[in-house]
């Protein structure tokens, strides 16, 4: 099978990482932002077309610079898209940040299945906490770093000085978004950039005060495939006052707090009990086999290019489970999850799905929040492949995932 069939599917953020820190322009008319701000409780007013011109260098040091001395702003976001043709589940989160102080809190509205699930940081640690899995992982910040902390999937962080050079741009003039005034402005990757060969195009949607993307589209394309992401603020502020107690964290009571230190190391807990899971990260199959008393099942077939990327092994009171993550080197996944039945636990996710057949086992083929997933049980084990593939390459791996034990 060549790689223009196997690899179909593409990860949204990941893609939406790149742009933010990479969208750029090329010289080209857009009109001129009034650059003193009002009081953040006057609406944004209507933009005013002019006839001068800016670089895209002007456009990206807008942006920056606008940025950088934002106070604060806060508001709600939408992400919606499209998976060749097929509408994705819309997310709703709430976000609250002071952009100059590193400190941030993005908090799940929706899908209900999501909701409370957050990420605060401030200047000396960030969390990410799941409220379904009662977990939270506990990054200390690095010391000296300013502005958003890295671990943090930070919602805008500007634009990258040298991104002129990988994309040109288009003034497609002025557009009222969620009451705001703004800038519409297309972005297309430059041929021959490593960008060319993922992104079909971006629109952004800027404020003409404050220069802040309100809306922002994303069009990926390859393999004949098309991936839309859309994320739009349905109502926003700036420069508000946010008290300093939206940038702190308390888990609540009985929560399994991790501090991951480094890529092989174990992610500890504390406030737990010896009945709640431990996770142990490694970089190979083999070493992850010697945590286990079963042999793990690893495909024998893959897509051209994908190797082992990490394993874990995730030990329950009674039993342990083990997943396989393989990469390329374009960053794209999938993951190998096997768990034995006696654990007396069932894999997260979707419980029903489209009827499959798996080297002659039932099993099902469905949809999950940000992948697909082939689900089938043998020789007293749980099987799970979950991958951003089409359903052929997805089964294939499946099959080639032999039942061990």
């Not at 939408?78 to 976000?95: D, F, L, Q, Y």
């Not at 990260?281 to 077939?301: F, L």
């Amino acid at each position: 099978m060549s790689d223009r069939s196997s690899i179909v599917r593409f990860i949204v953020p990941l893609a939406i990482a790149i742009l933010l820190v990479g969208a750029g322009c090329t010289s080209s008319g857009v009109t001129s932002p009034a650059t003193t701000k009002t009081n953040a409780s006057t609406p944004s007013k209507t933009a005013q077309n002019t006839t001068t011109s800016m670089t895209g260098q002007a456009i990206v040091r807008h942006i920056n610079e606008h940025y950088r001395t934002l106070q604060s702003y806060r508001g709600t976001f939408r992400s919606t898209g499209t998976m060749s043709g097929n509408a994705t589940e819309p997310v709703t989160k709430e976000i609250w940040a002071r952009p100059g102080r590193g400190d941030q809190r993005i908090e799940t509205l929706r899908p209900n299945r999501s909701a409370g699930n957050l990420v605060v940081s401030n200047e000396s640690v960030s969390w990410r906490y799941n409220v379904v899995q009662n977990t939270a992982t506990k990054r200390e910040s690095r010391t000296g770093t300013t502005g958003s902390n890295s671990s943090s999937p930070t919602q805008f962080d500007g634009i990258s000085r040298n991104a002129t050079k990988r994309y040109h741009f288009s003034d497609e003039g002025n557009a009222t978004v969620s009451g705001h005034a703004t800038y519409k402005i297309r972005l297309t990757p430059k041929n021959g950039t490593k960008n060319a060969r993922l992104v079909d195009n971006e629109t952004l949607w800027l404020d003409t005060q404050y220069w802040f993307p309100i809306k922002r589209r994303i069009v990926l394309s390859a393999f004949n495939h098309t991936t839309v992401s859309t994320r739009t603020f349905t109502n926003i502020t700036f420069d508000t006052k946010i008290p300093d107690r939206r940038f702190t964290f308390h888990p609540p009571n009985g929560t399994t707090i991790r501090t991951p230190s480094s890529r092989n190391t174990t992610r500890s807990t504390s406030n737990t009990t010896s009945a709640r899971p431990k996770t142990q990260m490694y970089s190979s199959e083999s070493a992850a086999q010697s945590h286990v008393d079963y042999t793990i099942s690893k495909p024998s077939w893959r897509p051209p290019g994908f190797t082992i990327h990490r394993a874990y092994v995730v030990t329950y009171e009674n039993a342990s489970k083990a997943i396989l993550v393989y990469t390329n080197s374009s960053g794209w996944r999938f993951r190998v999850t096997q768990l034995p039945r006696s654990a007396g636990r069932r894999l997260s996710g979707p419980t029903s799905g489209t009827h499959v057949t798996v080297n002659g086992h039932d099993g099902t083929y469905g949809k999950g929040p940000l992948s697909y997933l082939v689900r089938w049980n043998c020789s007293g084990f749980q099987h799970e492949i979950r991958a951003r593939f089409e359903k052929q390459t997805t089964l294939e791996i499946a099959n080639a995932t032999a039942c061990t034990g």
